[in-house]
Every structure is written in structure tokens, then in C-alpha cells.
């Protein structure tokens, strides 16, 4: 197989990945109606094919490695055995060139999944802006590996409606992920530790618009002076989203009397919180139930 220039395939259309692989799926998704996501189970002989762009992300289950796979893309290059165990998972970003051989009888799972619907499963998650999908080859997954063998039951067990499990996928809600830095830490007992039945915890967020945020650490910053005087508040750490979009505050208090002395206070409860108007506040109080070393 060889093209005169790279392809661009488009695995939404029924037929388009026989223009890479030799042997069509024994089970696929086309005829179910499915929109958004698509399934295709694969077995394919050694083969080898030229350098090529997919309009879908792809998501690959390897049911069964072959002798060797070597994939490149964009100069870097992934290879594996068949030493490698079955049921791991390969990510491949959509709008990527591929050049991809293999040695051996392969078996695999693909999930083609649009662009479009990533972006809306994703964007309460993530800033997309900052988000840049990356190849992953050959990782354990059980989540994913599930995922992608209830969609395949499904599809073998009731196709026509199938598309109904799909949809679901679609609209599932991915936890609320971001990352964050410290930018206060305050203590009266040095370096905060965690340790299971020794203070009480307040986890408290702040959800609010990108521009808001500097002006709520600074709000922080003089609030958590005031906060520190009160002798039951061991320690108050605030953590900023790299986002802009979430602010933490992490507490450790000696008892809950302590806390309702802090709501008490002007900016700290009832209808004057310090953070009014900049930013929506949501907290609870935990204690810790386990602890593991990193050691």
C-alpha cells in the first residue's frame, strides 16, 4: 500500500479506513446510528501503512499485540511486543500525521470519537485553550477498557439501540480536574501535616471568572491575617487554579467551636463574606480518615 501524497481519512464515513487497513471490521458501529462516537473491532495480518492524518481522535484497545508495532508520528516513533500484555490503551489526536507497521496477526478496538464532542464532554473541565491532546501508546486503562467493552457488548447484543448507549457517553460529566499552586500558607504549628484524627479540616472553593482571581487572593491575603488570631485555627493555606477559574482554601482547625467563633466574624459569615461579589464560595468540614506515606 502506498500513496502518492498523505491521505487524510475520515473513520465517520462508512468504508473510508479501508483506504489504510486491508480487512474490514467484523463488527462496527455504522449501521447503528451512532453520532459523535463511532466502534470498530479490527483483525488485521502484517501490514504496513504510509504516512497518513485521521480527522477523528482515536482511542485503541490492543485485544491481541502483534510481534512488533511501530508507530510514528510527527518525527517521534513508538514501538512494542507482543511481550507487551493485551487490553492496553493507545491515544491518537485527531489531525496528526501516522505511519504505522506491524508484524503478526493484530486484534484491536478503535473508538473514534469527533473533535466537536471531546470539546463538549471537556470544556466545564479544562481551559481547551491550554488543552493539547498528546499520542499515548500501550498504557493500562481499566476504566477506558471497560468503557470501550460495554460499548462493544452493546453493540453486539442490541445494536439498534446501541446508539442510546453511545449518547449517554457523550454526555457524561468528567470530574472537575484543574491543577493549582499554593500562593498563601499560613501556620502556628510549622509545616502543615495531615494526620487522621488530629484537627478538624475546612475545604472551601471558590468558583469565579478568570479576571476575578487576582483580586480574590488578594482579599485572601488580608483576610486570612484576621482569621490566624483566633486560636483555634491551626493553619490556612489557599491554592489558585492555574486556570483562573478556582481558588482552594485548606484549613486545619482543633474544633468545630472554633469555626463558628470564625463566622462570627465581619467578612467571615452571614450577609458580609470578604469574598462577595467576586467570586461563589462553596465549603464543608472533613476529617481524615487515612493517610499513606510516600516513603
Known amino acids: ?101 506491524w508484524k503478526g496477526e493484530s486484534e484491536f478496538i478503535h473508538c473514534y470519537i469527533a473533535p466537536q464532542a471531546l470539546a463538549q464532554i471537556a470544556y466545564e473541565s479544562v481551559n481547551l485553550d491550554r488543552l493539547e491532546l498528546m499520542v499515548h501508546f500501550m498504557k493500562p486503562d481499566p476504566l477506558i477498557c471497560q468503557i470501550i467493552l460495554a460499548l462493544k457488548t452493546e453493540l453486539e447484543t442490541n445494536p439498534s439501540n446501541s446508539r442510546f448507549y453511545a449518547a449517554k457517553l457523550r454526555e457524561f460529566n468528567p470530574p472537575d480536574i484543574h491543577i493549582y499552586e499554593v500562593v498563601i500558607s499560613e501556620s502556628k504549628a510549622g509545616t502543615p501535616k495531615i494526620k487522621q484524627g488530629q484537627y478538624i479540616t475546612h475545604f472551601a472553593e471558590f468558583r469565579l471568572p478568570a479576571e476575578n482571581q487576582p483580586r480574590m487572593i488578594e482579599l485572601a491575603k488580608e483576610n486570612v491575617v484576621k482569621a490566624m488570631e483566633l486560636p483555634g485555627l491551626i493553619s490556612a493555606n489557599f491554592h489558585r487554579s492555574l486556570d483562573g477559574t478556582r481558588v482552594i482554601n485548606y484549613g486545619q482547625w482543633l474544633d468545630r467551636e472554633s469555626i463558628e467563633n470564625l463566622k462570627k466574624q465581619p467578612g467571615f459569615g452571614g450577609k458580609s463574606e470578604y469574598w462577595e461579589g467576586v467570586a461563589e464560595n462553596e465549603h464543608h468540614l472533613y476529617e481524615v480518615v487515612l493517610t499513606i506515606p510516600s516513603d
Open 1 to 101: 500500500m502506498s500513496f502518492a501524497k498523505p491521505i487524510t481519512v475520515n473513520p465517520f464515513e462508512q468504508g473510508a479506513m479501508s483506504q489504510i487497513l486491508s480487512d474490514a471490521p467484523v463488527l462496527s458501529s455504522y449501521e447503528a446510528g451512532w453520532h459523535g462516537i463511532h466502534l470498530a473491532h479490527y483483525h488485521q495480518l502484517s501490514g504496513e501503512i504510509p504516512e497518513h492524518y485521521i480527522s477523528q481522535h482515536i482511542i485503541s484497545m490492543s485485544a491481541k499485540n502483534p510481534e512488533v508495532l511501530e508507530v510514528i508520528s510527527d518525527g517521534k516513533s513508538w514501538m512494542t511486543s507482543s511481550q507487551v500484555k493485551d487490553n492496553m490503551i493507545q491515544l491518537y489526536p485527531a489531525d496528526r500525521s501516522y505511519q504505522v507497521s
